[in-house]
């Protein structure tokens, strides 16, 4: 009785494996966007301001720059208004 509920022991197994394989996709799908969605697409403007001689461009400082505050609020608002 015990070697009957081994062999269904593996064989449950095999057939769990076998079966797992079975059912995975075996072709990549492949992503496409329709043209009415290209259509859409509008380009964000340009984010350009001028940082001062004295920063360097890690400095946290840039962050706070109100040029490059005013240039971050142009392109919300640009991309709001595109949606």
């Given amino acids: 009785m015990k070697g009957v509920l081994t ?9 769990g494996v076998g079966s797992n394989k079975a059912f995975t ?3 990549k799908s ?9 259509s859409a697409f509008k380009p964000l403007p340009k984010m350009a301001y001028d940082c001062p001689a004295g920063l360097i461009d890690s ?11 005013a240039a971050l609020n142009e392109v919300h608002a640009a991309a709001a208004h595109a949606r």
């Fill in 7 to 15: 062999k269904v022991a593996v064989l449950l197994v095999l057939l």
């Fill in 25 to 27: 996709q075996t072709r």
């Fill in 30 to 38: 492949v992503a496409y966007c329709k043209q009415t969605v290209f």
């Fill in 59 to 69: 400095d946290h400082k840039i962050l706070k720059l109100p040029e490059r505050i």
